[in-house]
Nanobody, 115 residues
Framework: QVHLVESGGGLVQAGGSLRLSCAAS????????MGWYRQAPGKQRELVAT???????NYAYSVKGRFTISRDNAKNTVFLQMNSLKPEDTAVYYC?????????WGHGTQVTVSS
């Protein structure tokens, strides 16, 4: 079993910054990738950013240049530095941990950006 603990969400004004973190623990022998998705009210869950164990990153077009994903492989932890936040970034952010055979999701952390 894999357990994910997310932290770092909150309320921030437009133009501000937040840093999310997600630590994975449990029966983990190898992680293919970690990442973040988000879901705004009334919308489908969408990709924000992912990073592989080798450090390859992938970003949604809407966050490129503003968000940076990074990872501490030794601690099975992924981070999302979010700068220049916009009201449209408001959503519940979910951590994803992709193992060779399964995907695991965190419970989500709320990010609210006020205008």
């Amino acid at each position: 079993q894999v357990h994910l603990v997310e932290s770092g969400g909150g309320l921030v004004q437009a133009g501000g910054s937040l840093r999310l973190s997600c630590a994975a623990s449990g029966s983990i022998f190898s992680i293919n990738a970690m990442g973040w998705y988000r879901q705004a009210p009334g919308k489908q869950r969408e990709l924000v950013a992912t990073i592989t164990s080798g450090g390859n990153t992938n970003y949604a077009y809407s966050v490129k240049g503003r968000f940076t994903i990074s990872r501490d492989n030794a601690k099975n932890t992924v981070f999302l530095q979010m700068n220049s936040l916009k009201p449209e970034d408001t959503a519940v952010y979910y951590c994803l941990t992709r193992l060779p055979r399964d995907d695991y999701w965190g419970h989500g952390t709320q990010v609210t950006v006020s205008s």
